[in-house]
């Protein structure tokens, strides 16, 4: 199993342009997460989903848009780009581990983006 | 009051020794917690959760104490291979899959 895996894993966009992050996870988890994270700042969510053709805002979601047409899929897009979404952005999944109502989060190796 | 607070560190901890590291909550409704490993430039990865009577794994223990809202992580005999950052993670209030970050704690294995 691959695991979470984030496509590109660099990018440098000049102010105003598009783009868009994919993550794909192997896991068949049900709920799927982008964060972005800033020096001494704890991640931060920016959208996530509960769901196949599910999606919803989480604490920093301004700027950004998201789709989840497959379960293993989920989108984030950049419509555009400003030098405050230069950050490392992270995909993760997660599931319900058993029965203890605790959903633990598997991470991608994250997308470098600098916007300039 | 921030909801997850961590010292961010670093501790600087000379080979072998023992060091034991805190983190604060807010919602007292809590009921997921976890400790993550995050090394430079990487993802963060489960270390372990954390369960109410505590749980061990290998030279990591983990500690819950709900009366004053807080949960630790000591590790024993220290590596240097266990330099990294410590991300102590709760769930959000009304949500038990969403998770709130702490900034992590920073710490150095020194030889």
């Known amino acids: 199993n691959a695991g979470v895996t984030q496509t590109p894993k660099f990018r440098v966009l000049k102010t105003g342009q598009s783009m868009t992050l994919l993550c794909a996870q192997d896991m068949n988890h049900e709920y799927m997460y982008w964060y972005r994270q800033d020096p001494g700042m704890g991640l931060r969510l920016i959208h996530y989903?509960?769901?196949?053709?599910?999606?919803a805002k989480g604490e920093v979601p301004d700027g950004y848009n998201v789709s989840r047409l497959k379960k293993q899929n989920f989108l984030l897009g950049l419509e555009s780009a400003a030098p405050s979404q230069t950050s490392v952005y992270f995909c993760?999944?997660?599931?319900?581990?058993?029965?203890?109502?605790?959903?633990?989060?598997?991470f991608g190796p994250g997308t470098r983006l600098t916007v300039t | 009051r921030k909801e997850v607070e961590q010292d961010p560190g670093p501790f600087n901890v000379p080979e072998g020794a023992t060091v034991a590291f805190n983190c604060t909550y807010s919602n007292s409704a809590s009921q997921s917690f976890f400790w993550y490993r995050q090394d430079c430039r990487k993802e963060p990865k489960l270390l372990m959760s954390?369960?109410?009577?505590?749980n061990e794994d290998g030279r990591f223990t983990a500690q819950l104490n709900r009366a004053s809202q807080y949960i630790s992580l000591l590790i024993r005999d220290s590596k240097l291979s266990d330099s990294a950052t410590y991300l102590c993670?709760?769930?959000?209030?009304?949500?038990?899959?969403?998770?709130?970050w702490g900034a992590g704690t920073k710490l150095i294995i020194k030889p």
């Open positions: 993670v709760v769930n959000k209030m009304d949500s038990n899959y969403q998770l709130i």
């Open positions: 954390v369960y109410s009577s505590g």
């Open positions: 989903s509960v769901g196949e053709g599910t999606t």
């Open positions: 993760a999944s997660s599931y319900l581990v058993g029965d203890t109502r605790s959903y633990e989060q598997y």
